[in-house]
């Protein structure tokens, strides 16, 4: 993975963010629609306790919505839909 991978998934995670922005309706999660926006993608390896697959992970780090799993798994499995394995993770 190299820079062009990263810059095309952070234009996937926008792309999904604005999707989200244009259509709330039926979500209820605290967000803030105004600001909600990626902030960083961290490429993370897992040292303790061993890792067994030896899998570094992809970490999508969200601000401006509270830490809710609901919407976490709506954008990983949008970003799965779009060929990306990455977990997400928000925070305000």
């Known amino acids: 993975m190299n820079a062009a991978y990263y810059a095309k998934l952070a234009a996937a995670v926008d792309e999904i963010l604005d999707e989200i922005k244009n259509d709330p309706i039926g979500k209820d ?3 803030n ?7 960083q993608i961290n490429k993370i390896l ?5 890792n067994i697959h030896g899998d570094e992970q992809i970490v999508v780090l969200i601000e401006e919505a509270e830490p809710c799993s609901e919407l976490q798994n709506y954008i ?3 970003l ?9 993770e928000t925070e305000w």
Do not use: I, T
Request: charged content about 20%.
């Open 76 to 78: 990983e499995n949008a």
């Open 33 to 39: 629609w105004g600001d909600l926006h990626c902030v």
């Open 46 to 50: 897992q040292l303790y306790p061993a």
């Open 29 to 31: 999660w605290a967000v």
């Open 80 to 88: 799965f839909e779009r060929g990306y394995d990455v977990s997400v």
